[in-house]
């Protein structure tokens, strides 16, 4: 388990909640500005994460990527993008050489290279996503515009929570989202609602992003295939180990409409932050604490942490104690 | 078909109590494969009572459920297509109408006898077939216990199945 430990590239969640200390779900896109555009991050735990990612990858191949074979040609459009973006924000860390349709792409934190003929899927031996994927540590899934409708046509993923790109592949915005419970004030079911407004607002060059939280009790991917194995350990959790088991998980999702393939790309950076380390920013310990303590049932439900939201608020609570006498 | 195609699971919207009239369909196609529903056509037939064109088809054998993928292929647009089958012979139906480009809303099917339903194991990725009423059960090619979710997946053809620990009880 990796854990943020530079708390300046760790995307807060509740930032966004200017007034009160509530959350509840919304339609909470944003469109974003012409300087943040670009997904890729390398933080400090760059390295431990992509040799997690690939170890998992390695290990359980048709759990954590999916693809249909039609998808080639829309692999490649993203791998350009990826490599692009990697290029244009690190260039000290990456290169690309490109002679006429031989490429190669350098990754200097890693000291390796990838040289493949773009386009050409024989080239390489994994495909495309899933090879130019493994450089970066974010999550990846590509949602195919059909039918006035979302559907997922290829995933990478190492850190799903409550998803798998092996059940989930070929379903719906709509279908992936069946266990939303919640509806709009206009009783229009929340998933319906964001995807609309991803198919009509996120248009090539104008990349939109949103941040989705959860907690994770001791463990850092709950994917469907494991759930006999973290179920049980999310009752393992009390007021006193909350800080060191309990994880404030947050996703930080970007998506990017592909020029050529007219897909949306997901990209989701998954971050987590300990309990414990809240009190580093005293803000968020008494924020995160007030939202926590007001989480409603349904949500908790849905999120999965039901088992053990009382025993955090708990723990959080003797935090903020601590901090208000520490200010006396 | 297509990995979107519509699939016949036991919750299909195509699948009815009874078949109603389209009035907005040029022609209503009756296909009817299982001869103990016989007095319900005749009773949809009577209903029609002229006001619509209809084409009844009744399958008897397995050479005339094959000739089946010829008869909708041939349909023109406008035609509502009714299937009256036990559960195997309606899925060969429904599929063929599908690859035919028929779609959902342009399908009915009443099923005689039990509709199937299957459970797909996300811990090995082994469908089989479950129970109506079955909540949960046990993966035969894992053993593991699986809840049966609400879930269906058209690309695994079956509804999740969780696993879970059967001996693990919350203490909550």
């Known amino acids: 388990m990796f854990e943020s430990t530079n708390l300046e590239l760790f995307p807060y969640p509740f930032h966004t909640i200017k007034e009160g200390n509530n959350y509840r779900y919304s339609n909470d896109l944003r469109k974003l500005d012409k300087d943040h555009q670009n997904c890729v991050v ?11 990612k690939r170890e998992l990858l390695k290990e359980q191949p048709a759990v954590r990527f999916q693809s249909y ?11 350009e993008m990826l490599m692009k973006l990697a290029v244009e924000k690190y260039p000290e860390h990456f290169q690309i050489e490109k002679n006429g349709n031989h490429w190669t792409f350098h990754n200097t934190i890693l000291n390796e290279t990838e040289s493949f003929i773009f386009g050409d899927a024989s080239s390489i031996e994994l495909e495309p996503l899933d090879l130019i994927g493994r450089h ?32 989930n592949k070929g379903m719906s915005f709509d279908e992936i989202h069946g266990p939303v419970p919640f509806v709009s004030r206009t009783g229009v079911p929340l998933a319906e609602r964001v995807r609309n407004f991803l198919l009509r607002n996120v248009l090539p060059g104008e990349p939109w992003t949103r941040i989705n939280w959860n907690l994770m009790a001791n463990r850092w991917d709950v994917n469907y295939e494991t759930f006999d194995t973290w179920g049980p350990t999310r009752y393992l959790v009390n007021s006193e180990n909350a800080g060191e088991l309990v994880r404030l ?46 989480i409603p049932k349904p949500m908790a439900d849905y999120k999965g942490f039901t088992p053990f939201i009382e025993p955090t608020v708990e723990y959080l609570k003797n935090e903020v104690e601590q901090l208000n006498l520490q200010a006396k | 078909m297509v990995y979107n195609s519509p699939v016949l699971f036991d919750q299909s919207v195509t699948i009815v109590e009874a078949f109603t009239i389209r009035q907005d369909r040029r022609k209503l196609l009756i296909i009817s494969a299982e001869p103990k529903e016989v007095d319900k056509i005749h009773q949809f037939i009577k209903e029609i009572n002229g006001h619509k064109d209809y084409e009844l088809v009744e399958i008897n054998n397995a050479l005339q459920l094959e000739n089946v993928r010829e008869l909708v292929e041939r349909q023109k647009m406008g035609t509502q297509l009714y299937i009256s089958a036990q559960w195997d012979d309606a899925v060969a139906i429904f599929t063929s109408a599908i690859e035919a480009g028929f779609s959902e809303d342009e399908i009915q099917t009443l099923i005689s006898g039990e509709k199937k339903r299957f459970v797909y194991c996300v811990k090995c990725y082994h469908l089989q077939e479950v129970k109506q009423e079955e ?27 969780y696993p879970y620990n059967p001996a693990f009880i919350p203490s909550n």
């Open chain 1, 42 to 52: 390398i933080t400090p735990e760059y390295k431990k994460q992509i040799e997690r």
């Open chain 1, 69 to 79: 074979p039609h998808t080639m040609e829309m692999q490649w459009e993203v791998a």
């Open chain 1, 136 to 167: 970066f540590t974010t999550d990846f899934v590509l949602m195919v515009n059909r039918d006035d409708n979302l559907y997922l046509e290829v995933a990478q993923e190492s850190y799903a929570a409550l998803f798998s790109p092996h059940w």
């Open chain 1, 249 to 294: 998980r947050v996703e930080e999702q970007f998506f990017y409409r592909m020029p050529r393939s007219n897909a949306i790309l997901f990209v989701l950076n998954t971050q987590f932050l300990a309990m414990k380390d809240l009190a580093q920013r005293p803000e968020w310990l008494m924020q995160t604490y007030s939202i926590l303590s007001d």
């Open chain 2, 135 to 161: 909540n949960d059960t046990i993966c035969h090619h894992c053993q593991i216990s699986l809840e049966v979710g609400p879930f269906f997946s058209r690309e695994r053809k079956g509804y999740i199945g």
